[in-house]
């Protein structure tokens, strides 16, 4: 008696050795890519299979045996059939984000910032352009037309990159950081420096030596253009997506 339940127990050390054995590489546990656990779900039905041979030797009911052996098939397929419907509609979403729609959604978004920015910064480019030009704007009504039809433009892009940028996402710092980047770059590329700042290191005079006066004025101008071209752009935007004439990115 006490051999047989000896041989009992040696029998499943071996069989848990062997089974344990199949799904490892030099002794480590190979996870599931796909579920993240130690095994797959192929793998667990072959588990569970071997568990039913088991049963088997040891003198298990036909009809339980070949019932569970049914579940478990059963299961697979439909675990199967599962993720692939999840694959076809992970796919379909991605589809979805550069489909045909979604460029006519990026079009009106780019017509809306266009205009909206443009005219809202129009006056204000007239005032720097026109009434407090500088001595490096010699042709000013000309250059009046060029910078608000270079800047219709830019308000154009930045409402594209707002639109995808902002998507479902109701923060506002969100917003005002997309705004924010833009309104810094354009103000910071506008900037002319004067004949008589000395360079390496860079020296314009007062009263911050790195910027003069005359810098700072046109930081300025160029801050006001560029936070009205972009601020009533991101607005209207806005405006179009609560009214629905423009659907956000999702």
């Not at 796919?91 to 006519?104: M, R, T, V």
């Not at 480019?125 to 042709?139: K, P, R």
């Not at 060029?146 to 800047?151: C, I, P």
């Not at 005359?214 to 071209?229: D, I, P, R």
Request: proline residues 3%; charged residues 25%.
């Amino acid at each position: 008696m006490k051999n047989r339940s000896t041989l009992v127990v040696v029998g499943k050390i071996v069989f848990g050795i062997l089974l344990f054995s199949k799904y490892t590489v030099d002794g480590f546990v190979l996870p599931s890519s796909s579920t993240g656990n130690f095994f797959s779900k192929q793998q667990k039905c072959d588990i569970s299979l071997l568990r039913l041979s088991e049963q088997e030797r040891f003198g298990s009911p036909p009809s339980i045996r070949i019932a569970e052996k049914s579940k478990i098939v059963k299961n697979l397929e439909e675990d199967t059939v599962l993720e692939k419907d999840e694959r076809e509609s992970i796919a379909n979403k991605e589809d979805d984000k550069f489909s045909f729609g979604q460029k006519i959604e990026s079009i009106k978004t780019g017509v809306v910032g266009l205009l909206s920015g443009g005219i809202a910064a129009a006056p204000v480019i007239a005032l720097h352009d026109l009434v407090f030009a500088d001595q490096t704007i010699i042709n000013q009504s000309a250059q009046w037309e060029f910078d608000t039809d270079m800047g219709s433009i830019e308000a154009a892009l930045f409402a594209i990159v707002y639109r995808y940028c902002v998507r479902d996402d109701d923060n506002e710092m969100l917003e005002m950081g997309c705004i924010g980047a833009f309104v810094v770059v354009r103000t910071l590329s506008r900037v002319r420096l004067p004949t008589y700042c000395l360079s390496a290191p860079l020296s314009c005079g007062e009263p911050l030596g790195y910027f003069d006066w005359y810098m700072l004025q046109q930081v300025f101008w160029s801050g006001c253009e560029s936070a009205l071209l972009f601020g009533v752009s991101a607005m209207a935007i806005n405006s179009c997506f609560e009214k629905g004439f423009i659907s956000k990115f999702r």
